[in-house]
């Protein structure tokens, strides 16, 4: 199934990119013909859309499964006593043993 999702995206980026060169084209056709530029045509709109929905389908399913959104989730496996452990808050080098260095001797 990864590779039908990895032609997805690579279609999609194919389509998006060949929207962007027609687009640069018919906005070149425009100036040469001194034409007034309005919006680019609807061919080009839909093919662009699709390519955007092509490629975001790919990329969301390429991803793989997404955590769940409550902060909770990953906390519900772990004891009290686990989260009141706070080891980023150690601190052993600090300046109290300056103070209390005298005492050792």
Not at 72 to 86: F, V
Request: with cysteine.
């Amino acid at each position: 199934m990864g590779f039908y999702h990895n032609v997805c995206v690579t279609l999609g980026l194919i389509a998006l990119a060949h929207a962007a060169y027609s687009a640069a084209q018919h906005r070149t056709y425009i100036r040469l013909t001194e034409q007034e530029f309005t919006r680019l045509p609807l061919d080009i709109l839909l093919q662009c859309i699709l390519g955007l929905l092509l490629t975001s389908y790919g990329v969301v399913h390429i991803t793989g499964y997404f955590k769940e959104i409550k902060a909770s989730a990953e906390l519900e496996n772990k004891s009290w006593e686990m989260l009141g452990n706070r080891q980023a808050f150690y601190t052993f080098n600090h300046r109290g043993k300056a103070l209390y260095a005298h005492n050792e001797t």
